[in-house]
């Protein structure tokens, strides 16, 4: 069964940073792409950004492009979000999405989801 | 971007109706197309993907369909655990987009 479990999320002042961190078990992590996608409270989805599997490249949401990071450690199972000089606008429940491919590009549909970590921007 | 317009936003149905949910893109995507459900502080469900493709274990009453640029969720006969929020997602480009969702509610 695949299980992806998020956590790293919490309270954080406008211009700080945050590392969330995506857990993942039950599959062969390393290849499978990866993604961030998070919802505002009350909101819609709003995909963040996503990672290959296969050559590790990364793709960004324009709205955060430049603020966060995407990462993969495939020997620990797990994937990663650095987030930079945070937003109000940020303050979103993210969750880790995984695809049925390795490459970002192919089938680019999320088949499994963690259950989200909150993030709270706020001073 | 690719933009997503999903409708109606919400729609008021009863056990039993047939319900169907419109999203159109701003472009062409093919048939690059997926259907999620979410119910309340659950994560979102992938129900079918390829416009059409229903996920393993999604019930027969769930159907998709493509027109162009237009794509369309169908429940067959509306059921009590169907009542929830419908998402479309694009993935014909490299940034990919969703709808702005459709909540069902009970009548």
Wanted: glycine share 10%; proline share 4%.
């Amino acid at each position: 069964e695949v299980r992806l479990l998020e956590s790293g999320g919490g309270l954080v002042q406008p211009g700080g940073s945050l590392r969330l961190s995506c857990a993942a078990s039950g599959f062969t992590f390393g290849n499978y792409a990866m993604n961030w996608v998070r919802q505002a409270p009350g909101t819609g989805l709003e995909w963040v950004s996503g990672m290959s599997g296969s050559d590790g490249s990364t793709y960004y949401a324009d709205s955060v492009r430049g603020r966060f990071t995407i990462s993969r450690d495939n020997s620990k199972n797990t994937l990663y979000l650095q987030m930079n000089t945070l937003r109000a606008e940020d303050t979103a429940l993210y969750y880790c999405a995984k695809q049925p491919s390795p490459y970002y590009y192919d089938r680019g549909y999320f088949d499994s989801w963690g259950q989200g970590t909150l993030v709270t921007v706020s001073s | 971007d690719i933009q997503m317009t999903q409708s109606p936003s919400t729609l008021s149905a009863s056990v039993g109706d047939r319900v169907t949910i419109t999203c159109r893109a701003s472009q062409t995507i093919s048939n690059w197309l997926a259907w999620y459900q979410q119910k309340p502080g659950k994560a979102p469900k992938l129900l079918i993907h390829t416009a059409s493709i229903l996920e393993g274990g999604v019930p027969s009453r769930f159907s998709g369909s493509r027109s162009g640029t237009d794509f369309t969720l169908t429940i067959s006969s509306l059921q009590p655990d169907d009542f929830a929020t419908y998402y479309c997602q694009q993935y014909n480009a490299y940034s990919w987009t969703f709808g702005q969702g459709t909540k069902v509610e009970i009548k």
